[in-house]
Protein backbone atom coordinates (compact mmCIF):
# COMPACT_ATOMS: atom_id res chain seq x y z
CA UNK A 1 0.00 0.00 0.00
CA UNK A 2 3.21 2.38 -0.48
CA UNK A 3 2.24 5.68 -1.71
CA UNK A 4 4.73 7.38 -4.09
CA UNK A 5 5.23 10.85 -4.54
CA UNK A 6 3.79 11.10 -7.86
CA UNK A 7 0.73 9.36 -6.04
CA UNK A 8 0.29 11.88 -4.13
CA UNK A 9 1.21 14.79 -6.07
CA UNK A 10 -2.09 13.69 -8.20
CA UNK A 11 -4.03 12.57 -5.13
CA UNK A 12 -3.57 16.71 -4.46
CA UNK A 13 -4.97 17.90 -8.08
CA UNK A 14 -7.56 15.17 -7.64
CA UNK A 15 -8.58 16.89 -4.20
CA UNK A 16 -7.24 20.65 -4.84
CA UNK A 17 -5.07 20.32 -1.49
CA UNK A 18 -2.64 18.63 0.25
CA UNK A 19 -3.51 15.01 1.43
CA UNK A 20 -3.85 13.97 4.49
CA UNK A 21 -3.43 10.80 6.73
CA UNK A 22 -2.67 8.36 3.94
CA UNK A 23 -2.02 5.21 4.65
CA UNK A 24 -2.11 3.44 1.18
CA UNK A 25 -3.78 3.39 -2.23
CA UNK A 26 -7.27 2.32 -1.77
CA UNK A 27 -7.87 1.37 -5.48
CA UNK A 28 -6.50 2.55 -8.63
CA UNK A 29 -7.97 3.61 -11.44
CA UNK A 30 -7.93 1.87 -14.66
CA UNK A 31 -5.93 4.43 -16.26
CA UNK A 32 -3.38 4.61 -13.47
CA UNK A 33 -3.84 7.10 -10.84
CA UNK A 34 -5.34 6.94 -7.51
CA UNK A 35 -8.96 7.10 -6.99
CA UNK A 36 -9.26 5.98 -3.69
CA UNK A 37 -7.25 6.56 -0.50
CA UNK A 38 -7.15 4.48 2.68
CA UNK A 39 -6.90 6.92 5.42
CA UNK A 40 -6.06 6.45 8.72
CA UNK A 41 -8.41 6.95 11.21
CA UNK A 42 -7.43 9.81 12.92
CA UNK A 43 -5.77 12.67 11.07
CA UNK A 44 -2.33 14.66 11.43
CA UNK A 45 -3.85 17.09 13.40
CA UNK A 46 -5.52 14.68 15.91
CA UNK A 47 -8.86 14.24 14.09
CA UNK A 48 -10.80 11.58 14.36
CA UNK A 49 -11.53 10.41 10.56
CA UNK A 50 -13.99 7.20 10.03
CA UNK A 51 -13.58 7.44 6.34
CA UNK A 52 -11.20 4.94 5.71
CA UNK A 53 -11.95 4.74 1.98
CA UNK A 54 -11.90 8.33 0.54
CA UNK A 55 -12.86 8.59 -2.94
CA UNK A 56 -10.44 10.52 -4.72
CA UNK A 57 -11.48 10.92 -8.10
CA UNK A 58 -13.25 14.02 -9.20
CA UNK A 59 -15.14 12.53 -12.27
CA UNK A 60 -16.35 9.40 -10.04
CA UNK A 61 -17.24 11.92 -7.26
CA UNK A 62 -19.21 14.57 -9.75
CA UNK A 63 -21.11 11.81 -11.25
CA UNK A 64 -21.66 10.04 -7.78
CA UNK A 65 -23.01 13.36 -6.58
CA UNK A 66 -25.23 13.16 -9.75
CA UNK A 67 -27.05 10.28 -8.61
CA UNK A 68 -27.16 11.62 -4.88
CA UNK A 69 -29.20 14.48 -6.60
CA UNK A 70 -31.38 12.27 -8.36
CA UNK A 71 -33.19 10.36 -5.48
CA UNK A 72 -30.36 7.32 -5.66
CA UNK A 73 -30.25 7.60 -1.56
CA UNK A 74 -33.60 8.15 -0.93
CA UNK A 75 -34.16 5.20 -2.59
CA UNK A 76 -31.25 2.71 -1.38
CA UNK A 77 -32.75 3.51 2.19
CA UNK A 78 -36.11 2.53 1.65
CA UNK A 79 -34.96 -0.41 0.01
CA UNK A 80 -33.04 -1.19 3.49
CA UNK A 81 -36.29 -0.47 5.04
CA UNK A 82 -37.77 -3.40 2.54
CA UNK A 83 -35.31 -6.17 1.61
CA UNK A 84 -33.90 -8.09 4.86
CA UNK A 85 -31.13 -9.71 2.63
CA UNK A 86 -29.68 -6.66 1.48
CA UNK A 87 -29.83 -5.29 4.65
CA UNK A 88 -28.09 -7.86 6.32
CA UNK A 89 -25.32 -7.44 3.90
CA UNK A 90 -25.39 -3.97 4.28
CA UNK A 91 -24.33 -5.06 8.03
CA UNK A 92 -21.62 -7.14 6.32
CA UNK A 93 -19.83 -4.11 4.45
CA UNK A 94 -20.39 -2.04 7.91
CA UNK A 95 -18.33 -5.00 9.96
CA UNK A 96 -15.85 -5.20 7.12
CA UNK A 97 -15.72 -1.75 7.33
CA UNK A 98 -14.69 -1.48 10.91
CA UNK A 99 -12.84 -4.63 10.68
CA UNK A 100 -10.37 -2.86 8.11
CA UNK A 101 -10.14 0.39 9.59
CA UNK A 102 -9.36 -1.42 12.98
CA UNK A 103 -5.91 -2.95 11.06
CA UNK A 104 -5.27 0.90 11.05
CA UNK A 105 -5.70 1.59 14.19
CA UNK A 106 -2.65 0.78 15.69
CA UNK A 107 -0.90 3.26 13.36
CA UNK A 108 -2.19 6.07 15.22
CA UNK A 109 -2.69 4.46 19.29
CA UNK A 110 -6.39 3.92 18.26
CA UNK A 111 -8.83 6.22 18.11
CA UNK A 112 -12.22 5.23 20.73
CA UNK A 113 -13.70 8.36 19.26
CA UNK A 114 -15.33 6.45 16.42
CA UNK A 115 -15.66 3.00 17.99
CA UNK A 116 -18.31 0.98 15.78
CA UNK A 117 -19.13 4.16 13.50
CA UNK A 118 -17.68 3.19 9.77
CA UNK A 119 -19.09 5.54 7.03
CA UNK A 120 -21.90 6.64 4.51
CA UNK A 121 -24.46 5.74 7.00
CA UNK A 122 -24.16 2.31 7.42
CA UNK A 123 -25.01 0.14 9.00
CA UNK A 124 -28.81 1.60 8.80
CA UNK A 125 -28.61 4.25 6.50
CA UNK A 126 -27.26 5.49 3.07
CA UNK A 127 -26.30 8.69 3.48
CA UNK A 128 -23.00 8.84 1.51
CA UNK A 129 -22.82 7.42 -1.61
CA UNK A 130 -19.08 8.09 -2.36
CA UNK A 131 -18.20 6.41 0.76
CA UNK A 132 -19.81 3.06 -0.34
CA UNK A 133 -18.08 3.20 -3.92
CA UNK A 134 -15.19 3.79 -2.30
CA UNK A 135 -15.21 0.75 0.28
CA UNK A 136 -16.74 -1.25 -3.17
CA UNK A 137 -13.29 -0.29 -5.03
CA UNK A 138 -11.02 -0.91 -2.43
CA UNK A 139 -12.76 -4.24 -0.99
CA UNK A 140 -13.58 -5.30 -4.14
CA UNK A 141 -17.47 -5.85 -5.53
CA UNK A 142 -19.30 -8.05 -3.30
CA UNK A 143 -18.12 -6.40 0.23
CA UNK A 144 -21.03 -3.80 0.08
CA UNK A 145 -23.91 -4.21 -2.59
CA UNK A 146 -24.79 -0.62 -2.13
CA UNK A 147 -21.26 0.25 -3.16
CA UNK A 148 -21.56 -2.26 -6.08
CA UNK A 149 -24.86 -0.58 -7.54
CA UNK A 150 -22.91 2.97 -7.61
CA UNK A 151 -20.29 1.71 -9.09
CA UNK A 152 -22.73 -0.09 -12.14
CA UNK A 153 -24.23 3.24 -12.47
CA UNK A 154 -21.24 5.41 -12.82
CA UNK A 155 -20.43 3.58 -16.18
CA UNK A 156 -16.94 4.28 -17.15
CA UNK A 157 -15.85 7.10 -15.67
CA UNK A 158 -11.95 6.73 -16.68
CA UNK A 159 -12.55 6.37 -20.36
CA UNK A 160 -11.83 9.98 -21.38
CA UNK A 161 -8.40 9.47 -19.50
CA UNK A 162 -6.81 10.43 -16.06
CA UNK A 163 -8.68 13.21 -14.96
CA UNK A 164 -5.28 14.67 -13.38
CA UNK A 165 -1.89 14.21 -15.05
CA UNK A 166 -0.81 10.51 -14.83
CA UNK A 167 1.39 8.62 -12.84
CA UNK A 168 4.16 8.36 -14.79
CA UNK A 169 4.03 12.12 -16.28
CA UNK A 170 4.32 13.42 -12.61
CA UNK A 171 7.32 11.18 -11.98
CA UNK A 172 8.95 12.83 -15.20
CA UNK A 173 7.94 16.23 -13.87
Not at 12 to 25: D, T
Request: include cysteine; charged fraction near 20%.
Amino acid sequence: MSVSDADRAAIAAQLGREPRGIAGIGHRCPCGNPDVVTTLPRLPNGTPFPTTYYLTCPRAASRIGTLEGGGTMKEMQARLGDDEELAAAYRAAHERYLAARAELEPQVGGVPEIAGISAGGMPDRVKCLHVLAGQSLAQGRGVNPLGDEVLDELGDWWAAGPCVGSPAEQDDA
